[in-house]
């Protein structure tokens, strides 16, 4: 078995420079979900723009220029699952959650519960990768992990 760690070198093959951008999150109100990512993450909105009957954006962590979330909104969509404990969303295929990194799990998701924010069990340690997790979902259905590294 190849082991996974080793960078491959940038001009050993076309994708080898890719790194993350963004995750698209679609949702059916747009103006609601741009508000709730402002006003319960903090994020800020980079960019807007239509296309056809829809209305797109990127927003952005508070901190961090590197990564966005780009909310697509209005238009038909169709209703995502909504999980209420972590262990019965394990089961289904496809996407599962997005995970962002924080200094204190416990912190953020105490601000998060203060905000309204719908919180998915409670944090723990999962001492096999070092990391304490939580995590939450949009009122779409849409679910997050948070992690913070720990000794």
Same mark, same amino acid.
């Given at each position: 078995?190849?082991?996974?760690?080793?960078?491959?070198?940038?001009?050993?093959?076309?994708?080898?420079?890719?790194?993350?951008?963004?995750?698209?999150?679609?949702?059916?109100?747009?103006?609601?979900?741009?508000?709730?990512?402002?006003?319960?993450?903090?994020?800020?909105?980079?960019?807007?723009?239509?296309?056809?009957?829809?209305?797109?954006?990127?927003? &952005?962590?508070?901190?961090? %220029? #590197?990564?966005?979330?780009? +909310? =697509? $909104?209005?238009?038909?969509?169709?209703? /995502?699952?909504?999980?209420?404990?972590?262990?019965?969303?394990?089961?289904?295929?496809?996407?599962?959650?997005?995970?962002?990194?924080?200094?204190?799990?416990?912190? &953020?998701?105490?601000?998060? %519960? #203060?905000?309204?924010?719908? +919180? =998915? $069990?409670?944090?723990?340690?999962?001492? /096999?990768?070092?990391?304490?997790?939580?995590?939450?979902?949009?009122?779409?259905?849409?679910?997050?992990?948070?992690?913070?590294?720990?000794?």
């Amino acid at each position: 078995m190849p082991d996974s760690n080793l960078r491959q070198d940038s001009a050993a093959t076309p994708i080898a420079s890719l790194k993350g951008h963004h995750i698209a999150i679609r949702v059916p109100d747009y103006e609601a979900a741009k508000s709730w990512y402002v006003e319960k993450l903090g994020f800020r909105v980079i960019q807007e723009w239509p296309f056809g009957d829809l209305h797109l954006a990127y927003v &952005a962590p508070p901190h961090d %220029d #590197s990564f966005y979330f780009e +909310i =697509i $909104g209005d238009g038909e969509v169709n209703d /995502a699952p909504i999980y209420h404990d972590i262990n019965s969303s394990m089961y289904k295929a496809g996407h599962h959650h997005l995970c962002m990194t924080v200094n204190d799990v416990d912190e &953020a998701i105490a601000y998060l %519960d #203060s905000k309204g924010v719908t +919180i =998915i $069990g409670v944090p723990f340690n999962l001492e /096999a990768i070092h990391r304490r997790l939580a995590f939450f979902t949009d009122p779409w259905g849409n679910l997050f992990e948070l992690a913070q590294v720990i000794d």
